[in-house]
């Protein structure tokens, strides 16, 4: 069975990265396939956070070709890419600790349309954001804590918050770069339960290190090892893969 070029939202072909004579990523192939959760993961150094700036343009690649819904957006800075709808989740360093949870996600709808960083503007300029904002903290649990300060929340109750300020964005494709990071065995489930919710109308394409998660989210996982596509396939076609252990118990640790 073959997949049609409509079922595939983001695409790279030959996608390649030297920095100083040393390749990170080297010629990677990849699909993703509309509506998925894909997930990207492999060793340490495996080339996961470079091939994330790649795809979203926060660095250039050196070679190859990125297309999203058949466009070539390989020329495109950050912010072009984010409004065509690919959009990269916040750092939690990016949600603002002194404001509320509504706040910041108040600031992000703003971002949205384009008058970031305004903060000056009258409280009733800004009020108008508020129920649209309510709806993206409803959305991600955290309606309890609306008008809670940020800086207070616990780490996976922030990093709800952080997809609530991407929810915002209104993105077709989210990337997110290790949701789980951190996080305690509570946490995780917590997220997990949420990223699999937001994927409903969504694609999702995110690096990992806890495989459990990758197992249980993830349709398609693609393994990367030394800066190239080790496999591709489904959690248990690519956990059976002899190269893919070998990479993980053997030397592909540093
Ligand atoms: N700006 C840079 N300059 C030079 N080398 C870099 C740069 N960024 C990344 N690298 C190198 O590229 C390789 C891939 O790094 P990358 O961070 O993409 O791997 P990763 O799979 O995300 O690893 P991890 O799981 O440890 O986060 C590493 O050897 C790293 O040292």
């Known amino acids: 069975m073959t997949t049609s070029a409509q ?7 030959g996608l390649t990265k030297r920095f100083a004579g040393f390749t990170a990523v080297n010629g990677v192939d990849l699909d993703v396939r509309r509506g998925s959760i894909h997930a ?4 340490n150094g495996a080339g996961k956070t470079t091939c994330f700036n790649l795809l979203t343009k926060f660095l250039q690649p050196s070679s190859g070709r990125i297309t999203f819904n058949g466009r070539d957006i390989t020329a495109l800075q950050p912010a072009a890419i984010a409004r065509l709808g690919v959009v990269r989740s916040f750092q939690i360093s990016a949600v603002f600790a002194q404001m509320t949870v509504l706040e910041n996600v108040r600031i992000a709808l703003q971002r949205r349309r384009g ?3 305004d903060f000056w503007r009258p409280q009733k300029v ?4 508020d129920d649209e904002a309510m709806r993206r903290v409803e959305e991600v649990g955290l309606a ?3 008008h809670a300060q940020a800086g207070d929340l ?3 109750r922030k990093r709800a918050l952080e997809i609530a300020t991407t929810l915002a964005l209104e993105p077709e494709m989210m990337l997110l770069d290790e949701p789980m990071a951190g996080m305690a065995q509570e946490d ?4 997990s339960a949420l990223i699999r919710r937001i994927s409903a109308n969504r694609t999702i394409l995110m690096v990992e290190h806890n495989l459990s998660v990758v197992a249980d989210l993830s349709d398609r996982i693609t393994v990367l090892a030394r800066g190239e596509v080790l496999a591709e396939g489904s ?5 059976q893969h002899p190269k893919v252990i070998e990479a993980y118990i053997g030397g592909g640790h540093e």
Do not use: N
């Open 188 to 191: 995780v489930t917590r997220i």
């Open 144 to 146: 309890d804590l609306a």
């Open 235 to 239: 959690y248990a076609e690519v956990s």
């Open 40 to 43: 990207l993961i492999g060793p």
């Open 7 to 13: 079922d595939t939202i983001l695409s790279a072909r």
């Open 115 to 117: 008058d970031s960083f």
């Open 126 to 129: 800004l009020a108008q954001f």
């Open 154 to 156: 616990s780490y996976g």
